[in-house]
């Protein structure tokens, strides 16, 4: 007979016929004498035995051997002969429990962020909430047959409880249906219960104007300014400027396909936040400052784009916001964070000046449903509309706006150049 073991093993590249076929040598009916007569059991060991269907003692041959058809059935479909035995042991077994699950669930997540398909960062927050000592822990003692509507509500006013406000029950939450998605996708809960997500408010983050923006960049040492250009000027998170190097720049374009997974200098560089590449027009004055302090030859070498002349490596994201601080203040402007002063500012300003929705979305590489369906390979002259205008076009807009711009400022939230994204009803939407 041949050993379970080395029949599973050969169903792993068969085909699918050829799988029904190997799959009737798997398992085995037998019985044992007890006092109160004869216990039935469907024998695939070394994986185990099975004495019920879900708690329900196995009666007779007769219904022995629908339940083995079944698990036959299931292994030939592709299952794992371990996950396949777990739907016939009793609830609350081992193999069922939301923990055992969770481990098996961070396991296949370790081996994505290896293969490069998921953040470390994401990772390291799952495995914290996942953690003896993590929000997970309040689903220790649940199956994950257990799992409903009740029992993620009862978890969000329990996570309430704790005093987390409702954008952190929010992300917890959605963590835990990401798990729930998982068991759903691979069949080993039968439905995917719905999830009470929290309303939360949204965040509004603030923006400068372009003049604003000019003056904060124009405090950085020019030697420093080339990686602040890019994030300002093309709106590049700061992960993606961070990981460009010599060869992604050409001929006045940028070509933006990766971006570090982290805010260390040894941090993983992967793909780009949405997966997708894009090709961008480098501005004007981006260009000038790349012409200066970039060495072509440095193409061959792997080199960053954009190092930081005090190390020479690539910017580690704490400096970068170190220098992006200081420069605010030497601006005699309110703090405003280095991603909403760059990436929000632009973005905003190319949809005061009329730019399209649909060439912008492709520009910053939003990733979402709706911005998807907009997607279209562009010409690049569409693509450097997204661009502010040339230095000479701009310069008579900014000084017939600038009046407006200030007024506008003071009016909503007390000083020069400071808006908030709420009021303008376009970009309120698009970010």
Same mark, same amino acid.
């Given at each position: 007979?041949?050993?379970?073991?080395? $029949?599973?093993? @050969?169903?792993?590249?068969?085909?699918?016929?050829?799988?029904?076929?190997?799959?009737?040598?798997?398992?085995?009916?037998?019985?044992?004498?007890?006092?109160?007569?004869?216990?039935?059991?469907?024998?695939?060991?070394?994986?185990?035995?099975?004495? @019920?269907?879900?708690?329900?003692?196995? =009666?007779?041959?007769?219904?022995?051997?629908?339940?083995?058809?079944?698990?036959?059935?299931?292994?030939?479909?592709?299952?794992?002969?371990?996950? +396949?035995?777990?739907?016939?042991?009793?609830?609350?077994?081992?193999?069922?429990?939301?923990?055992?699950? $969770?481990?098996?669930?961070?396991?296949?997540?370790?081996?994505?962020?290896?293969?490069?398909?998921?953040?470390?960062?994401?990772?390291?927050?799952?495995?914290?909430?996942?953690?003896?000592?993590?929000?997970?822990?309040?689903?220790?003692?649940?199956?994950?047959?257990?799992?409903?509507?009740?029992?993620?509500?009862?978890?969000?006013?329990? $996570?309430?409880?704790?005093?987390?406000?409702?954008?952190?029950?929010?992300?917890?939450?959605?963590?835990? #249906?990401?798990?729930?998605?998982?068991?759903?996708?691979?069949?080993?809960?039968?439905?995917?219960?719905?999830?009470?997500?929290?309303?939360?408010?949204?965040? #509004?983050?603030?923006?400068?104007?372009?003049?604003?923006?000019?003056?904060?960049? =124009?405090?950085?040492?020019?030697?420093?300014?080339?990686?602040?250009?890019? &994030?300002?000027?093309? %709106?590049?998170?700061? %992960?993606?400027?961070?990981? /460009?190097?010599?060869?992604?720049?050409?001929?006045?374009?940028?070509?933006?396909?990766?971006? +570090?997974?982290?805010?260390?200098?040894?941090?993983? +560089?992967?793909?780009?936040?949405?997966?997708?590449?894009?090709? /961008?027009?480098?501005?004007?004055? /981006?260009?000038?400052?790349?012409?200066?302090?970039?060495?072509?030859?440095?193409?061959?070498?792997?080199?960053?784009?954009?190092?930081?002349?005090?190390?020479?490596? &690539?910017?580690?994201?704490?400096?970068? #916001?170190?220098?992006?601080?200081?420069?605010?203040?030497?601006?005699?402007?309110?703090?405003?964070?280095?991603?909403?002063?760059?990436?929000?500012? &632009?973005?905003?300003?190319?949809?005061?000046?009329?730019?399209?929705?649909?060439?912008?979305?492709?520009?910053?590489?939003?990733? @979402?449903?709706?911005?998807?369906?907009?997607?279209?390979? /562009?010409?690049?002259?569409?693509?450097?509309?997204?661009?502010?205008?040339?230095?000479?076009?701009?310069?008579?807009?900014?000084?017939?706006?600038?009046?407006?711009?200030?007024?506008?400022?003071?009016?909503?939230?007390?000083?020069?150049?400071?808006?908030?994204?709420?009021?303008?009803?376009? &970009? @309120?939407?698009?970010?």
């Amino acid at each position: 007979m041949t050993s379970a073991a080395r $029949l599973l093993a @050969s169903l792993e590249h068969a085909g699918a016929a050829v799988r029904f076929g190997l799959v009737g040598d798997l398992g085995r009916i037998r019985r044992e004498k007890r006092a109160k007569g004869w216990a039935y059991y469907i024998d695939f060991r070394p994986y185990g035995r099975v004495w @019920s269907h879900r708690g329900i003692r196995l =009666a007779d041959e007769a219904t022995s051997r629908r339940v083995l058809e079944q698990i036959r059935g299931k292994v030939a479909d592709g299952r794992a002969l371990e996950e +396949v035995l777990a739907e016939y042991l009793p609830v609350q077994a081992k193999p069922n429990l939301v923990r055992t699950r $969770l481990e098996r669930w961070l396991e296949v997540r370790r081996r994505e962020t290896a293969a490069g398909s998921l953040s470390p960062r994401y990772l390291t927050e799952l495995e914290r909430l996942a953690g003896a000592e993590g929000y997970f822990a309040f689903f220790d003692d649940f199956s994950i047959h257990e799992i409903s509507y009740g029992t993620l509500e009862d978890f969000s006013l329990w $996570l309430g409880d704790r005093g987390l406000s409702p954008k952190s029950r929010r992300n917890y939450l959605a963590a835990f #249906q990401a798990f729930l998605k998982w068991l759903y996708r691979r069949g080993d809960i039968a439905r995917m219960p719905e999830v009470p997500l929290p309303k939360a408010d949204e965040h #509004q983050p603030h923006i400068l104007s372009i003049g604003a923006q000019d003056r904060v960049l =124009a405090e950085i040492p020019e030697p420093e300014r080339g990686v602040f250009l890019a &994030m300002a000027h093309l %709106g590049l998170r700061p %992960g993606e400027a961070r990981a /460009l190097q010599v060869a992604d720049y050409h001929d006045g374009w940028l070509s933006v396909d990766k971006a +570090v997974k982290g805010k260390s200098v040894g941090a993983p +560089v992967r793909g780009t936040k949405s997966g997708k590449a894009k090709r /961008l027009p480098a501005s004007e004055a /981006l260009q000038r400052w790349l012409a200066a302090y970039v060495d072509p030859r440095d193409r061959l070498r792997q080199r960053p784009l954009f190092p930081n002349p005090r190390t020479g490596r &690539m910017w580690a994201h704490k400096s970068l #916001q170190r220098v992006w601080r200081e420069a605010v203040e030497a601006a005699s402007l309110p703090p405003i964070s280095l991603y909403e002063g760059t990436k929000h500012s &632009m973005a905003t300003d190319a949809i005061r000046r009329g730019v399209s929705e649909r060439h912008l979305q492709r520009f910053l590489g939003h990733a @979402s449903v709706e911005s998807t369906r907009r997607y279209a390979r /562009l010409a690049d002259n569409a693509m450097l509309e997204v661009l502010r205008p040339s230095e000479g076009d701009h310069r008579q807009a900014t000084d017939k706006d600038s009046a407006t711009e200030a007024e506008k400022s003071r009016d909503v939230a007390g000083g020069p150049s400071w808006i908030r994204t709420r009021d303008h009803p376009v &970009m @309120s939407r698009l970010l």
